[in-house]
């Protein structure tokens, strides 16, 4: 049994913004050797998320109009009113009630069990973020 552990580092750019890291999670797991297990991926920041969905344009757009319609960033939040980090970041919060800190992705002769259409997104919640990552976790066997 092996388990590997890498830190994939991101920044966004948007305030709610959709990033596809599936290339990023194939080539770990490629490089890994790991034939058969389980990879985790999970975000370690209270605003930033993890969501497997469909990769298309027009529907990442929807999504983002979606999170920012659910939950406004101009909202009359309490969380606000004394921020921890100068950061009036409540929606993103509340946005992450809705959205899964982590995925478990099963591995299967060395590659990602997912869909043809899923792809796995971090998904920010309170950009732009110079310095975001993931934490992956594979566990499997060659």
Known sequence: MKILRHRLDLATT???????????LRDFVAASGVRDGLLTVISPHTTAR???NEREAQLQRDMVTFLKRLVPRDGDWLHNLSTVDGRDNAHA???GLFVNASEAIPVADGEL???GWQSVFFIELDGPRER???DLQLIGIH
Do not use: A, S
């Not at 948007?14 to 990023?24: G, K, S």
């Open 93 to 95: 919060h509340l946005l």
């Open 50 to 52: 993890v969501n497997l």
């Open 132 to 134: 975001r990552h993931l």
């Open 14 to 24: 948007d305030p709610i913004q959709i990033v596809d890291v599936t290339p990023q």
């Open 113 to 115: 069990m997912v869909g």
